[in-house]
């Protein structure tokens, strides 16, 4: 009887394949579980099973497997099962699915090794230079890898060479399959057995009067050794005994003391729980109990609380609750970065519960966390992480918790899975039964839409806690400002008074501009050029500190020119500010108050952002500049006065959610201010004071907002009334995608007819010198989603046969944000 297993390989493939096993394979292997086998002509991929079967693939021969590389599976049923859906969902393939969801660990590729061929003999002065130099090096190593022979030669383009090499019969090349993951192991010392007994002791200790520091170590071993029964760790010994690391050798060498490795793990709590939790004061018990009654009917609940209501400290009883059940738990957050503050406090009341999932962790800490939460370890009980954290190898998930729900960055952008997690949580509660709590001071709309149906549950906070007012939020017409020369640079008279008088009260400024850079656009006044860059669409920004012109979206960049590069004159004038100018005038206007800068210029490295946060909480920056990273659920203790510098650009983006997201950002940053016992105040400069969406601002008016927008959302046929899928061609030659998403669009309205949008050129059609023309199908309530997928898979099945076309990439946006 033949043996199948069908298996997915981490590439961009949208079939599973099949491969052949033998019968005591076929007992072992469990889907789930990792095999190394051979796709393409060489290459030898980690992939993984899905299915154990007895039917032979019908148009190819199945292959055998190279070996396998698991001994239990490392994914879950349930993971294969989202893994599905996701794939189906958001139209991608699961290969690409799978690479997003396993530490790359997991992803093991073969490398190509170079080897001599020992089975040929040849004239050495046939080679040429850089051909001898790699079998020179063959000579003293026993192979070679990709890297070491471009070093080696000197050149990026290798494989000319190594072709050559092996025509020639002087190398072959092999494929090496090698695992990544590698235990940390800490070593530990104790004492041989045989010295255990008290007589032997005695006996060792006499003998030892002639080495007193070897004497000196064992005997600080002892005392550690009474202080705790814990093992003890080379490194600690040396420490307490202040030996060094010859003597504790020698007393290895000499069989007193064994050494011995365990395995740990490299992200360790050592806190310990510092704090009990609050407790919740009437407002947040009243809608604590809501929330677990609306668990006991529905799966979803919105928790609709304004800024600074203390929404996280309901998490943190749901939480605890969670535990109490034995429960795993999902903490969602859009950013990790940004959260430090958070994260602290979830730590010191959980402690080493809590599990952190970041993707700036190694590798090998990455693994760890998983195998933990695989384990259902009550170390990973609590797993606070971004999207990605939704691929974790849940076994017993208990509460999904999506804070700041309304976020975008939820949305994987690029590449595939193009998957939002939000959503996606929502789905893998299911398979769970468990609850998922949406939390926000700002919902989506679509979020919201779904509780007015009565599809989530909703539960509202109205009171912030300590019965802080809301902030007072004032317009600022700037356009009379101007008019009247009532304006110092970019700040109105009435923003100035604002600052000085929180500054006199000893208290912090945040003010919030949307741009980075010093600003946007230079333009030559005499010919009107502006400088652009030469791989995008775009005009170069300005950064003042490194007297630079710099890409926003490929980082291309030159030192700033000292004359007009089309016609020489020196007369140049900058268009727009960023965060930079406003830092720059608010040194002018301060002189003696220390400002700060928040942006990406300013928070990079691993600790850039918490570096900054902190000389802000410490009361080391007075006046804090940034752009939207300050909305991010910031809880600064002495922020009385925010302000926004220019709301108009937010405002005229062209995109059918900046209404709603302007709204959700300004406020957001708006609650910032005034967190503790006084009312804040906010500051919004703008030329058009009577737009909606700034009026409904202003009064905190969020179901207003709802209400229009909503209204719009239905009259033009955008979410949460029609799903979007947006289609994106992208090639470096313009006519080539012109042609190609004409053809496309052709296609889908032959089906779809009204409801295609475009193909348009979006207004940077350009970047990274590739040319984007997008297309968006919109898909009514009562039209199958799933025959409109299939729809547009055949279709692009079709395209990607016509030569004409070959080399456009098409991107396929599901739910587009
Ligand atoms: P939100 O997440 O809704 O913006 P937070 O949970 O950050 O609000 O709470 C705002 C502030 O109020 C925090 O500093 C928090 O420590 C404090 N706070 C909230 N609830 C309580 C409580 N029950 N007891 C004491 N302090 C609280
Ligand atoms: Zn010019
Ligand atoms: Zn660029």
Not at 188 to 203: D, P
Not at 510 to 536: A, D, K, M
């Amino acid at each position: 009887m033949s043996h199948f297993i069908n298996v997915i390989l981490p590439i961009p493939l949208d079939k599973e394949f099949t491969y052949s096993i033998n019968s005591s394979e076929a007992i072992f292997l469990k889907p789930g579980m990792r095999v190394a086998v051979q796709f393409g002509k060489s290459k030898v991929y980690a992939a993984l099973v899905t299915q154990i079967h007895q039917n032979p693939p019908l148009v190819y021969e199945a292959k055998e497997i190279e070996h396998i590389l698991d001994e239990s599976p490392i994914v879950t049923l349930h993971q294969l099962e989202l893994w599905s859906w996701i794939s189906s969902y958001y139209m991608c393939t699961k290969g690409e699915v799978m690479r997003a969801a396993l530490p790359t660990a997991f992803l093991l590729e073969s490398e190509t090794i170079i080897l001599k061929n020992e089975k040929t003999h040849f004239d050495e002065a046939l080679l040429k230079d850089d051909e001898f130099l790699i079998y020179e090096a063959l000579q003293y190593q026993s192979l070679l890898r990709i890297q070491e022979i471009m070093s080696i030669i000197n050149k990026k383009n290798v494989l000319p060479v190594i072709k050559r090499l092996i025509e020639k019969k002087v190398i072959t090349v092999q494929e090496e399959i090698y695992e990544q993951y590698k235990p940390k192991l800490v070593r530990y010392i104790r004492l041989n057995v045989e010295y255990t007994k008290e007589e032997s002791l005695r006996v060792l200790l006499e003998s030892m009067t002639r080495a007193p520091k070897q004497r000196e170590v064992l005997l600080h071993l002892f005392t550690l050794q009474a202080k705790t029964v814990k093992q003890i760790k080379v490194s600690e010994l040396l420490k307490t005994s202040n030996s060094s690391t010859a003597v504790v050798r020698a007393l290895i060498d000499k069989n007193i003391l064994e050494e011995y490795h365990l395995q740990t793990d490299r992200v360790q709590y050592t806190g310990a729980v510092t704090s009990l939790t609050k407790e919740l004061n009437a407002y947040q018990l009243k809608a604590f109990q809501e929330i677990n009654n609306s668990f006991t009917t529905k799966d979803v609940c919105l928790l609709h609380g304004v800024t600074s209501s203390g929404k996280t400290e309901i998490y943190v009883q749901l939480i605890e609750k969670a535990i109490q059940e034995k429960k795993q738990v999902l903490y969602l957050l859009p950013e990790i970065a940004l959260t430090t503050q958070l994260i602290a406090r979830l730590q010191e009341y959980f402690g080493e519960q809590l599990t952190v999932y970041h993707s700036k962790y190694s590798v090998n800490e990455r693994v760890e966390a998983w195998n933990n939460v695989k384990a259902g370890k009550s170390k990973a009980q609590v797993v606070i992480g971004a999207r990605s954290a939704i691929f974790l190898p849940f076994t017993n998930l208990g509460l999904i918790i999506v804070d700041e729900e309304h976020e975008n960055t939820f949305k994987q952008y690029d590449p595939a899975p193009r998957y939002h997690a939000r959503d996606t949580a929502i789905v893998l509660a299911k398979m769970f039964e468990s609850k998922v709590l949406l939390g926000s001071a700002t919902p989506a709309l679509e979020t919201f839409y779904n509780a007015n149906q009565k599809k989530y549950g909703f539960v509202k906070l109205t009171r912030r806690y300590g019965n802080v007012l809301m902030p007072e939020i004032n317009l600022v017409d700037i356009k009379t400002k101007y008019r009247k020369k009532e304006m110092t640079g970019h700040f109105s008279d009435t923003l100035l008074e604002g600052i000085n008088e929180a500054l006199k009260e000893g208290e912090q400024v945040i003010l919030f501009q949307n741009r980075r850079g010093y600003s946007p656009v230079i333009e030559c006044n005499t010919c009107g050029h502006s400088p652009q860059c030469s791989n995008c669409d775009v005009s170069l920004t300005f950064h003042n500190y490194k007297n630079q012109l710099r890409c926003h979206y490929c980082g291309y960049y030159i030192s700033m020119p000292q004359k007009c590069m089309a016609c020489g004159s020196i007369d140049l004038t900058t268009k727009g500010f960023g965060t930079e100018q406003i830092e720059r005038e608010l040194k002018d206007l301060f002189p003696n108050h220390n400002i700060g800068r928040m942006d990406q210029d300013t928070t990079r490295g691993k600790h850039g952002y918490e570096k900054i946060i902190n000389r802000f909480e410490d009361g080391d920056i007075d006046i804090m500049v940034g752009t939207q990273m300050l909305s991010k659920g910031l809880d600064f203790r002495n922020v009385s006065l925010v302000g926004v510098m220019n709301a108009d650009n937010l405002l005229n983006f062209p995109d059918f959610r900046a209404h709603e997201r302007s709204f959700q950002l300004m406020q957001q940053v708006a609650g910032r201010a005034g967190r503790t016992k006084k009312r804040g105040k906010v500051l919004i400069q703008t030329y058009n004071p009577f737009h909606q969406i700034l009026q409904q601002v202003s009064v905190n008016d969020y179901e207003g907002m709802y209400t229009d927008q909503i209204e719009e959302r239905y009259q033009y046929k955008y979410p949460p009334f029609y799903k979007t899928i947006k289609i994106t061609g992208k090639h470096k030659d313009y006519n080539k995608v012109n042609k190609a998403m004409d053809w496309l669009g052709i296609s889908l309205k032959n089906v779809f007819n009204e409801n295609v949008l475009g193909p348009e050129f979006p207004p940077i059609s350009r970047i990274r010198n590739q040319y984007h023309k997008n297309l968006i199908i919109k898909i009514p309530q009562k039209q199958s989603l799933y025959k409109t997928k299939e729809v547009i898979r055949r279709i692009h099945t079709s395209f990607k046969s016509i030569k004409e076309f070959s080399g456009v990439r098409i991107i396929i946006n599901v739910d587009n944000y």
